[in-house]
């Protein structure tokens, strides 16, 4: 199986310790978001995990115990966009986060981390422009450290129109500008852009449109095959990424990022980050009277058949 957990949150920037903790005592507990009083226990054993997926705009505090998931095989996505205080005020600043990139991609693998530059937006300030130079800056000095870089355009989800009300779809021709223009800056510095949900409207332009955590970017990361069963291989329409495990929760992540879908308000998160216990195998608070523990199915995907090329 895939255990993700950067969907809900940021797990490695804000709750590294409470993540070791899991992985020493070899199980983690995780409530249902839409039914709280239903909890699934999912083993951390590479015996049936055959990946660990993290999605963080800040892998330095995961650094000094990196040792204690080499059992484990892993997949990277490290976010790493242009935007300034307003925009992410608790984000480490650019220069920090590219060279925490750098240093993770030299201890894991080029393979095993890639880059998300992602959601993209237009506004008088980030205009198509300053998009183009950040990006080219940004491709440089990740240069040798990634072999892909997932971008996407923003969604205007309730949420983010309530905490980011100037927020505007990017237009048709727009996105194709962007794309032409990264695909001509990772080629230059060996980078894939690829983009997930976002349609094939790019694909002739050289876009890979096909989804940044389906199988065989996985395989890719972690060396091995995949046999996945058809009820793991999509989670939503147009989607073929393996999402559907995913050991954080909504309204926790501290960066503060005013496009978040996946915060409510800070008023909650603040809330709920109150309730986080690093000795608790729940991300946040413990477990209640009424709550509902069941065993996750878990099983490798693993296909140990020989391959010919």
């Given at each position: 199986?895939i255990l993700?957990?950067g969907?809900r949150?940021d797990i490695?920037a804000?709750?590294?310790?409470?993540?070791?903790?899991r992985i020493?005592e070899g199980?983690?507990?995780?409530?249902?978001?839409?039914?709280?009083r239903?909890?699934?226990?999912?083993?951390?054993d590479p015996?049936v995990?055959?990946?660990?997926?993290?999605?963080?705009?800040n892998?330095?505090?995961?650094?000094s115990?990196?040792?204690?998931?080499d059992?484990f095989r892993?997949?990277?996505?490290?976010t790493i966009?242009?935007?300034g205080k307003?925009?992410e005020?608790?984000?480490p600043k650019k220069?920090k986060?590219i060279a925490s990139f750098r240093?993770?991609s030299q201890?894991i693998g080029v393979?095993?981390v890639?880059?998300?530059?992602?959601?993209?937006?237009?506004?008088d300030?980030?205009?198509?422009?300053?998009?183009?130079?950040?990006f080219?800056a940004?491709?440089?000095?990740?240069?040798?450290?990634?072999?892909r870089?997932v971008i996407?355009?923003?969604d205007l989800y309730e949420?983010?129109r309530?905490?980011?009300p100037q927020a505007?779809?990017?237009e048709k021709k727009?996105?194709?500008?962007?794309?032409?223009e990264?695909?001509?800056i990772?080629?230059?510095n060996?980078?894939?852009?690829?983009?997930?949900?976002?349609?094939?409207?790019?694909?002739?332009y050289?876009?890979?449109?096909?989804?940044c955590?389906?199988q065989?970017v996985?395989?890719q990361?972690?060396g091995?095959?995949?046999e996945?069963?058809?009820?793991?291989?999509?989670i939503?329409?147009g989607?073929r990424c393996?999402l559907?495990?995913?050991i954080?929760?909504?309204?926790?992540?501290g960066?503060g990022?005013?496009?978040c879908?996946?915060?409510?308000d800070?008023?909650?998160?603040?809330w709920?980050r109150?309730?986080?216990d690093?000795?608790?195998?729940?991300?946040?608070g413990?477990?209640n009277?009424?709550?509902t523990?069941?065993?996750?199915k878990?099983?490798?995907?693993?296909?140990?058949?020989?391959?010919?090329?």
């Amino acid at each position: 199986m895939i255990l993700n957990t950067g969907n809900r949150t940021d797990i490695p920037a804000f709750f590294s310790t409470w993540f070791y903790q899991r992985i020493k005592e070899g199980y983690v507990l995780v409530r249902n978001p839409y039914d709280p009083r239903q909890i699934l226990r999912y083993r951390l054993d590479p015996e049936v995990v055959d990946c660990l997926c993290f999605c963080t705009k800040n892998p330095e505090p995961m650094f000094s115990r990196l040792k204690e998931l080499d059992p484990f095989r892993q997949l990277w996505y490290v976010t790493i966009t242009p935007y300034g205080k307003e925009i992410e005020p608790y984000v480490p600043k650019k220069q920090k986060v590219i060279a925490s990139f750098r240093k993770l991609s030299q201890k894991i693998g080029v393979g095993s981390v890639i880059w998300r530059y992602d959601p993209i937006f237009l506004t008088d300030v980030y205009d198509l422009t300053y998009h183009f130079h950040a990006f080219e800056a940004m491709a440089q000095a990740l240069n040798g450290c990634t072999k892909r870089c997932v971008i996407s355009f923003i969604d205007l989800y309730e949420k983010t129109r309530r905490n980011f009300p100037q927020a505007k779809r990017v237009e048709k021709k727009d996105r194709i500008a962007i794309g032409k223009e990264f695909v001509k800056i990772g080629k230059k510095n060996g980078i894939q852009i690829m983009t997930c949900c976002e349609g094939t409207e790019l694909e002739p332009y050289g876009v890979d449109c096909g989804g940044c955590m389906r199988q065989d970017v996985i395989e890719q990361a972690i060396g091995e095959y995949l046999e996945v069963p058809s009820r793991g291989k999509m989670i939503r329409e147009g989607c073929r990424c393996l999402l559907g495990a995913d050991i954080g929760a909504y309204n926790t992540c501290g960066h503060g990022c005013i496009y978040c879908y996946a915060n409510y308000d800070q008023e909650s998160v603040s809330w709920n980050r109150k309730l986080h216990d690093p000795s608790s195998p729940l991300l946040i608070g413990r477990l209640n009277p009424g709550d509902t523990v069941r065993e996750a199915k878990q099983e490798t995907y693993i296909d140990p058949q020989l391959r010919l090329f």
